[in-house]
Antibody, heavy 118, light 109 residues
Framework: QITLKESGPTLVKPTQTLTLTCTFSGFSLSTSGVGVGWIRQPPGKALEWLALIYWDDDKRYSPSLKSRLTITKDTSKNQVVLTMTNMDPVDTATYYC??????????WGQGTMVTVSS | SYVLTQPPSVSVAPGQTARITCGGNNIGSKSVHWYQQKPGQAPVLVVYDDSDRPSGIPERFSGSNSGNTATLTISRVEAGDEADYYCQVWDSSSDHHVVFGGGTKLTVL
């Protein structure tokens, strides 16, 4: 059974850096073709893709957020970490960890809500 | 940057057919994926690669894609289909990245 679970702070202050961890099970990020990504959703708004990292350490970022994002993996811990710098209240959202199957995202974590407020 | 356009809302009576569109420049040349999201829940993939269904998704959900419009069709709509629906593609024009549509709220009357 494949699962993904997000963890991290629920509240961050403006200008701070957000660090989120996705801990997964049921697959290995060292397997050829496998990737893990992040998608967020502000309250009442649409989904927004953030980043994706592949088994070979290839990384893809949202063009509009690329300067603020870093995605890394720890294969031995079955974890993927996303950092987002210079947080702003508009970054308040539910952040989802996702497992792509082909070009689609067929398995999602439960999501973690992050509020940016002073 | 590639843009996907969805109608904000679609309404349909139970038992009827709902069609949710996703517009994009030459979207027919891309693979389109559709997600259903119910309140308070994570999205669920309901159609991938234009018209394929993941296991467990009812045959009532189908998709098509041609020209500048992709369509998610839900036949024999049920009350439980009421949800937000999002389309998604990969944009390979630059910095190969993912694009989502703005979402469509399906209301079952």
């Amino acid at each position: 059974q494949i699962t993904l679970k997000e963890s991290g702070p629920t509240l961050v202050k403006p200008t701070q850096t957000l660090t989120l961890t996705c801990t997964f099970s049921g697959f290995s990020l060292s397997t050829s073709g496998v990737g893990v990504g992040w998608i967020r959703q502000p309250p009442g708004k649409a989904l927004e893709w953030l980043a994706l990292i592949y088994w070979d350490d290839d990384k893809r970022y949202s063009p509009s957020l690329k300067s603020r994002l870093t995605i890394t993996k720890d294969t031995s811990k079955n974890q993927v970490v996303l950092t987002m710098t210079n947080m702003d209240p508009v970054d308040t959202a539910t952040y989802y960890c996702v497992l792509p199957g082909g070009d689609a995202f067929d398995i999602w974590g439960q999501g973690t809500m992050v509020t940016v407020s002073s | 940057s590639y843009v996907l356009t969805q109608p904000p809302s679609v309404s349909v009576a139970p038992g009827q057919t709902a069609r949710i569109t996703c517009g994009g420049n030459n979207i027919g040349s891309k693979s389109v994926h559709w997600y259903q999201q119910k309140p308070g829940q994570a999205p669920v993939l309901v159609v991938y690669d234009d018209s394929d269904r993941p296991s467990g998704i009812p045959e009532r959900f189908s998709g098509s894609n041609s020209g500048n419009t992709a369509t998610l069709t839900i036949s024999r709509v049920e009350a439980g289909d009421e949800a937000d629906y999002y389309c998604q593609v990969w944009d390979s024009s630059s910095d190969h990245h993912v694009v989502f549509g703005g979402g469509t709220k399906l209301t079952v009357l």
